[in-house]
């Protein structure tokens, strides 16, 4: 089996390119890149869903049919969608990796794809039941969703021989809840050129002279860190600007005059255009406060600032802090607001004198390339095969 290309199946709980979609899709086009068949099955989460096939870099996706009734269920926990998933036609193969632990993906595992995969394994990259944004909706939908979420991760480390995570916290989670092999596997970036500064600024519309601070994601809870320090470093007259992407328009609700005059808002970009905004700005701000929830996530941002040759100003928080430890072009900066703020000044004057650490980009692709990180994969696959 080590000598032949591996019939790779992920199940998935919905077609979405946002969220972790990163995750499963770049470790797929890897695995393509290297010989490997990677079939991706989901459903179209979409308000007219239509059973297709798409081939997305090299990788084929199978989208089922969603129920109705999404504005009650929503996709990934749907109970109709979830049980026709048990009867579509899933292709024999050699690996299926599970994505989350959702309703929709673990019924086609349990009683379809185990009969059809000599090798299950199972991806978790959240700890989801400690997200408070789930915890603050007060409807049934989220209920639905909070508490299937749950019922999965206690549940499906219990049965699942082989695990991948993306942090040392849901590594020991999943032994502690069972699982018997476990690898942690990181999120990463492809190489690619990175745009010039002047080039990026004009295509986004940012000044061309200005020093700027930047926040990309959607994922924006300690935004407001964020804010206060750059309002506080304004007042003490720095001369900065702030870059900000991902988030809806009302992180900017009750924002003063004084941040708003100088914060560019480009709404949602697209990933290519992410590429832009990373090269445009000259330090990366990755706010994280010390929960449960952030300690077991390894944010996509984090690989995507440093793949422009990026500082980044990163809390001590989580599997980012690792990585933070060995690379001096990660400013450190404590786990509460009020570290954050000390820290952003300081930095903020370190960028003002040129005195930053340059990233060195070699030694981050060595870590964190999407290349290695699925060669990472094929390893631990045909480990898995070999026993």
């Known amino acids: 089996m080590s000598n032949s290309p591996l019939k790779i199946a992920y199940i998935t709980g919905d077609c979405s390119t946002l969220g972790t979609y990163f995750r499963w899709h770049n470790i797929a086009m890897g695995l393509v890149s290297m010989g490997h068949a990677v079939h991706v099955y989901c459903v179209d989460n979409?308000?007219?869903?239509?059973a297709r096939q798409e081939n997305r870099d090299g990788v084929i996706y199978h989208i089922s049919k969603?129920?109705?009734?999404?504005?009650?269920?929503?996709?990934?926990?749907?109970?109709?969608?979830?049980?026709?998933?048990?009867?579509?036609?899933?292709?024999?193969?050699?690996?299926?990796?599970?994505?989350?632990p959702f309703l929709s993906v673990y019924l086609p595992w349990k009683f379809n794809f185990r009969k059809k995969a000599r090798i299950t394994f199972f991806d978790w990259d959240d700890l989801w039941v400690d997200a408070e944004r789930d915890r603050e909706k007060k409807n049934f939908k989220a209920g639905w969703d909070y508490k299937l979420k749950g019922y999965f991760e206690r549940k499906i480390p219990s049965i699942s021989k082989h695990m991948t995570v993306c942090s040392k916290l849901l590594k020991t989670l999943a032994i502690e809840r069972g699982a018997k092999q476990v690898d942690i596997v990181p999120n990463g970036f492809w190489e690619y050129d990175v745009p010039a500064k002047a080039v990026a600024r004009e295509k986004l519309g940012l000044q061309k002279d200005?020093?700027?601070?930047?926040?990309?994601?959607?994922?924006?809870?300690?935004?407001?860190?964020?804010?206060?320090?750059?309002?506080?470093?304004?007042?003490?007259?720095?001369?900065?600007?702030?870059?900000?992407?991902?988030?809806?328009?009302?992180?900017?609700?009750?924002?003063?005059?004084?941040?708003?005059?100088?914060?560019?808002?480009?709404?949602?970009?697209?990933?290519?255009?992410?590429?832009?905004?990373?090269?445009?700005?000259?330090?990366?701000?990755?706010?994280?406060?010390?929960?449960?929830?952030?300690?077991?996530?390894?944010?996509?941002?984090?690989?995507?600032?440093?793949?422009?040759?990026?500082?980044?100003l990163c809390s001590e928080v989580?599997?980012?802090?690792?990585y933070g430890k060995k690379y001096p072009w990660v400013i450190k900066a404590g786990v509460s607001e009020e570290d954050w703020i000390k820290h952003f000044e300081s930095t903020v004057q370190?960028?003002?004198?040129?005195?930053?650490?340059?990233?060195?980009?070699?030694?981050?692709?060595?870590?964190?390339?999407?290349?290695?990180?699925?060669?990472?994969?094929?390893?631990?696959?045909?480990?898995?095969?070999?026993?």
């Not at 979409?46 to 239509?50: G, M, Y």
């Not at 129920?67 to 292709?91: E, W, Y």
């Not at 990233?359 to 045909?382: A, F, H, P, T």
């Open 210 to 312: 200005a020093v700027y601070v930047g926040f990309m994601g959607r994922t924006g809870f300690e935004l407001h860190w964020a804010f206060k320090a750059f309002e506080i470093s304004l007042s003490k007259g720095a001369n900065i600007r702030f870059a900000l992407c991902g988030p809806t328009a009302d992180i900017m609700d009750g924002l003063s005059d004084q941040v708003k005059n100088n914060l560019d808002y480009l709404g949602s970009l697209t990933p290519a255009d992410t590429r832009y905004f990373a090269a445009a700005i000259d330090l990366g701000l990755l706010p994280l406060m010390k929960t449960d929830f952030n300690e077991s996530r390894f944010p996509i941002k984090f690989a995507e600032y440093l793949a422009a040759n990026l500082p980044v």
């Open 46 to 50: 979409s308000d007219a869903p239509v």
């Open 318 to 322: 989580g599997e980012v802090n690792e």
């Open 350 to 387: 370190l960028l003002a004198e040129g005195k930053l650490v340059p990233v060195n980009r070699e030694v981050v692709l060595n870590d964190l390339s999407w290349e290695g990180i699925s060669k990472q994969v094929e390893r631990i696959y045909l480990e898995a095969a070999e026993v």
């Open 66 to 100: 969603s129920a109705k009734g999404k504005s009650l269920f929503g996709t990934i926990n749907h109970p109709v969608t979830s049980l026709n998933r048990i009867f579509d036609d899933f292709q024999q193969c050699d690996i299926v990796h599970v994505f989350q």
